[in-house]
């Protein structure tokens, strides 16, 4: 615009009448306020827009979080219902001399918890055990979705207790045969239809 402007004041010089380079110069004006209007306004969308980002931004972070929360509540929610739960039956195990070691056999059974749901559970053989030696007996299922399951037995009592880790569920208690000796039999009838498992709930 400056330039346009220069050029025009040489033509006046050679006789362009004044109220026209006065009227140029007013255009060029008003050419160069609409440009920096329109800069103003492209840097405002700009902030505006950088705003709204940074607004979203924190929209879902809280979101996440919230939904972090939730899932921490509603797993707890779930342990405190395998922390309740029992067998029916309560007597599901056994243990039987396997010719070099023994075998506990965790009979099917339905699982129920301390929500009133229930679900069932298939039964399988935890096998080269120890002779005469008392086991606890879970296996973990943090979903309570039942079904085939791997059951596994400890010496450790705190180990088989209910969320000892996540998803953990207690099955009650068998000691093996001596070598050559009878079947033994073992489990857990709550009292009240309540946990009564080893040591105290978590």
């Not at 405002?44 to 899932?71: S, W």
């Not at 059951?151 to 000892?164: C, G, I, K, S, V």
Request: charged share 10%; net charge negative.
């Amino acid at each position: 615009m400056a330039r346009l402007l220069s050029r025009l004041r040489d033509f006046g010089i050679a006789g362009l009448p004044s109220s026209l380079l006065t009227w140029s110069q007013r255009v060029c004006e008003q050419i160069e306020a609409t440009f920096s209007s329109q800069q103003d306004q492209i840097t405002a969308i700009a902030a505006l827009q950088a705003t709204q980002t940074a607004q979203l931004a924190q929209i879902l972070a809280a979101q996440a979080a919230a939904d972090a929360a939730q899932t921490t509540a509603d797993t707890a929610k779930k342990n405190d219902a395998i922390s309740a739960s029992w067998t029916s039956p309560g007597s599901i195990l056994s243990a039987s001399d396997a010719g070099s070691n023994a075998t506990i056999t965790v009979a099917g059974h339905t699982r129920h918890y301390g929500d009133v749901s229930s679900v069932s559970v298939t039964g399988a053989n935890i096998t080269a055990l120890a002779y005469s030696t008392f086991y606890n007996v879970y296996y973990d299922d943090p979903t309570r979705a039942g079904g085939a399951v791997t059951f596994h037995a400890t010496t450790d009592p705190n180990l088989a207790l209910p969320n000892a880790a996540s998803g953990r569920h207690f099955c009650g208690t068998v000691t093996t045969p001596a070598s050559g000796g009878g079947t033994t039999s073992g489990g857990y009838t709550p009292s009240g239809g309540g946990y009564t498992g080893p040591g105290a709930i978590p």
